[in-house]
């Protein structure tokens, strides 16, 4: 756990600090740039496949989808008065069994 947070705080982690990761688990002989242009183009080639509507599926870690979501009645929470929710298509990741139950066994 980072120094100065405690369990309740939420700890979210920036792209750099994932270039920073993927920089150190390949290694020496990739720069931190070539790290930050991998993991844009990775980044950007999910979300462009996801707006053509396509599904990703990357075995062991999950799979990034698109969902229709229905059209609903929502309520005004300042008022009360019904508002309707038009449908529309919302992006979702479902992890794998398998990445959901390491994630588990580290965090109960």
């Keep these: 756990m980072p120094v100065g947070t405690s ?5 979210a982690m ?40 396509e599904n990703i599926e990357i075995r062991g870690f999950g799979t990034f989808k698109v969902r229709d979501r229905r059209a609903r ?6 008022t009360g008065d019904p508002v309707r929710v038009p449908a529309r298509a919302v992006p979702v990741f479902k992890p794998s069994r398998l990445f959901k139950e390491e994630v588990a066994e580290t965090h109960h």
């Design 7 to 11: 369990l309740s705080e939420e700890v």
């Design 14 to 53: 920036t792209k750099a600090d994932l270039v920073v990761r993927v920089h150190e688990a390949i290694g020496p002989g990739v720069t931190k740039k070539d790290c930050a242009m991998l993991a844009d183009g990775f980044l950007k080639a999910i979300k462009q496949a996801m707006v053509e509507g």
């Design 73 to 78: 009645v929502g309520r005004n929470p300042r």
